[in-house]
Nanobody
Framework: QVQLVESGGGLVQPGGSLRLSCEVS????????MAWYRQTPGKQRELVAR???????NYADSVRGRFTISRDNAKRTVSLQMNSLKPEDTAVYYC????????????????WGQGTQVTVSS
């Protein structure tokens, strides 16, 4: 079965740092784009950062310069280093794996982790 397991969430003070990790099994990890999303109560989930299967990286404007996404295909993990955290970063953070075929019959596969809570507060 496919599993995405996040870890590293917790409570941190503004200006602090946290590192999230996601361990993936059950898929051909190197084929997938990996991403971190976050969601707060009553709001739509938003993309935080994405790293493609060929290591192209995209960040949300709100986190660019503060967060760093990385992946280790050998370890089948994707990480999110979060620095200079702000209260508005408080959310449940979700790991996402995404693959879309380049063919005449498109196939889209997407998997989600359970989520890990990040709280930035004094």
């Amino acid at each position: 079965q496919v599993q995405l397991v996040e870890s590293g969430g917790g409570l941190v003070q503004p200006g602090g740092s946290l590192r999230l990790s996601c361990e993936v099994s059950g898929i051909t990890f190197g084929y997938y784009d990996m991403a971190w999303y976050r969601q707060t109560p009553g709001k739509q989930r938003e993309l935080v950062a994405r790293i493609s299967n060929i290591d192209r990286i995209n960040y949300a404007d709100s986190v660019r310069g503060r967060f760093t996404i990385s992946r280790d295909n050998a370890k089948r993990t994707v990480s999110l280093q979060m620095n200079s955290l702000k209260p508005e970063d408080t959310a449940v953070y979700y790991c996402n794996a995404d693959w879309e075929s380049d063919s005449d019959d498109p196939v889209h596969l997407e998997y989600w982790g359970q989520g890990t809570q990040v709280t930035v507060s004094s």
